[in-house]
């Protein structure tokens, strides 16, 4: 069974950093495109990032997407934080392509809070 872990979200003040983490199960992450995803309330859900073998796109400022292979995890690393990055985080994974589009994406994780806050 496919599954998608997302870790490392929390509450954090402005300026800060953290690195979201997704762990996969099942299936090997670096042979699909990964892509990092936030959706805030009332808001649509908004890829910031994206990783495959042709490498990492990142389609926000302040977001970087890497991963480690040997542990089959991608991270999101955000720096800077403001309180509009507040929302939910996923990742999600779909075929060789990168695509900024949720729908495009065929498995998800079930998210990390990250909440940007004084």
């Known amino acids: 069974q496919l599954q998608l872990v997302e870790s490392g979200g929390g509450l954090v003040q402005p300026g800060g950093s953290l690195r979201l983490s997704c762990t996969g199960s099942?299936?090997?992450?670096?042979?699909?495109?990964i892509g990092w995803f936030r959706q805030a309330p009332g808001q649509e859900r908004e890829g910031v990032s994206c990783i495959n073998d042709g490498g990492a796109i990142n389609y926000a400022g302040r977001f970087t997407v890497s991963r480690d292979k040997a542990k089959n995890t991608v991270y999101l690393q955000i720096n800077s934080l403001k309180p509009e990055d507040t929302a939910v985080y996923f990742c999600a994974a779909r075929g060789n392509y990168c695509s900024r589009y949720a729908y495009d994406y065929n498995y998800w994780g079930q998210g990390t809070q990250v909440t940007v806050s004084s």
């Open positions: 099942g299936f090997t992450l670096h042979n699909y495109a």
